[in-house]
């Protein structure tokens, strides 16, 4: 059974950095994507950044583009997401998932991903 753990979540102000970190564990890692999600209080879950199985590939939500970056250590089966010139607005649980199908493209929608971890919450003040 595929286990995720994220880390790294905390509280920073605004204009700050964090990084957030997911590790796999009872699965096969290097050939599948892996998505970042977060979820607001009261609000829906969200896309952010998404690393496709190939190093390098990366697609992120217009909200987070040029401030977040997704990379990913296959030999750590860790993949991990730099957090940049946080805003409140980027307050949330973070969470991250891996794909259903291997060697699959950054799919946005959740159902496109079939193992999450519990995770993390972000808290940006003001």
């Known amino acids: 059974q595929v286990q995720l753990v994220e880390s790294g979540g905390g509280l920073v102000q605004a204009g700050g950095s964090l990084r957030l970190s997911c590790t796999a564990s009872g699965g096969t890692f290097s050939t599948y994507t892996m998505g970042w999600f977060r979820q607001a209080p009261g609000e829906e879950l969200e896309f952010v950044a998404g690393c496709t199985w190939r190093a390098g590939n990366t697609y992120y939500a217009d909200s987070v583009k040029g401030r977040f970056a997704c990379s990913r250590d296959n030999a750590k089966a860790t993949v991990y997401l730099q957090m940049n010139s946080l805003k409140p607005e980027d307050t949330a649980v973070y969470y991250c998932?891996?794909?259903?199908?291997?060697?699959?493209?950054?799919?946005?929608?959740?159902?496109?991903?079939?193992?999450w971890g519990q995770g993390t919450q972000v808290t940006v003040s003001s």
């Open positions: 998932a891996r794909s259903k199908t291997a060697y699959t493209v950054v799919a946005s929608t959740q159902d496109k991903y079939a193992y």
